[in-house]
């Protein structure tokens, strides 16, 4: 188990921050591997929490001293916040299959490759975090609600909103971050919560040395990810992950028949 928790940290890591779905590759290393720990892909999600922290503390910072900047960012966090906390549970007992794994990833590959593809000549409003609007916020918090669906990808979803609002691809990553902060920051909790009270993170029985190491692993393949995705390649980054991800989901669909 310390290997296959080493590995599940690994995975986190990369694809947490980078558009590909971490949900969904979890979720299929833990169908594979038969793991039943309820919580335990919210609870991996701890140390790249610390990642967003260390990679934009200024930018977080200068939101959290900045009250004009407040609305635009609770606008973008509470939709996903709401439903989360309201229907976690049923989405955890519905959504969380290899087969709707398979077909999300197949589907926003398509879609990822196409707003990339248009993102390259398209002409954009908004190239600041801090200029983003109300409106293209409220876009943006729409669309991470999808990302309740295991395989849409956070990051994905909530940058190609941006891209589709107007907003610069490279800031469009770069806020998906910063609004994914408290978000990821309350799964991590909630997942911790669910490990305790169902005696999972006893039985799993993970050593202490595992635990420390897979955190740094996630902790600073989380901040190369994410530095990769906000710098001036982003589209370029989703173009990779929109192929991967069309491979992925034919792969899991084959799998599966």
Do not use: C
């Not at 989405?91 to 398509?110: A, E, H, N, R, T």
């Not at 029985?205 to 982003?234: D, Q, R």
């Not at 370029?236 to 991967?244: D, E, G, L």
């Amino acid at each position: 188990m310390n290997l296959l928790y080493l590995l599940l940290n690994i995975v986190q890591g990369i694809t947490e921050f980078l558009p590909i779905s971490s949900s969904g590759h979890l979720i299929i290393i833990e169908h594979i591997a038969a793991i039943d720990a309820h919580g335990l892909e919210a609870f991996l999600h701890l140390p790249t929490v610390f990642s967003i922290g260390f990679l934009f503390w200024q930018e977080l910072l200068e939101i959290a001293k900045n009250p004009k900047q407040w609305p635009a960012v609770i606008v973008a966090i509470i939709p996903a916040g709401i439903i989360g906390l309201l229907f976690s549970d049923v989405i955890d007992m519905l959504l969380y299959s290899p087969i709707i794994i398979g077909v999300s990833q197949l589907f926003w590959g398509f879609v990822m490759a196409h707003i990339a593809h248009k993102a390259e000549s398209a002409t954009f409003i908004t190239n600041k975090t801090d200029k983003i609007t109300l409106k293209q916020a409220l876009f943006i918090g729409a669309g991470q609600v999808l990302a309740l669906i295991p395989g849409t990808s956070r990051s994905g979803i909530t940058t190609m909103s941006g891209i589709v609002a107007g907003v610069t691809p490279q800031t469009s990553a770069k806020f998906s971050f910063i609004i994914g902060f408290p978000l990821l920051t309350a799964a991590a909790g909630v997942g911790l919560v669910k490990l305790i009270t169902s005696g999972s993170i006893a039985a799993l029985g993970i050593a202490p040395w595992a635990l420390f190491i897979g955190f740094a692993l996630s902790f600073f393949l989380g901040i190369g990810a994410m530095w990769l995705f906000t710098s001036s390649n982003t589209t370029k980054v989703m173009k990779y992950s929109a192929f991967y991800r069309i491979l992925v989901g034919i792969f899991i669909l084959l799998w599966l028949i």
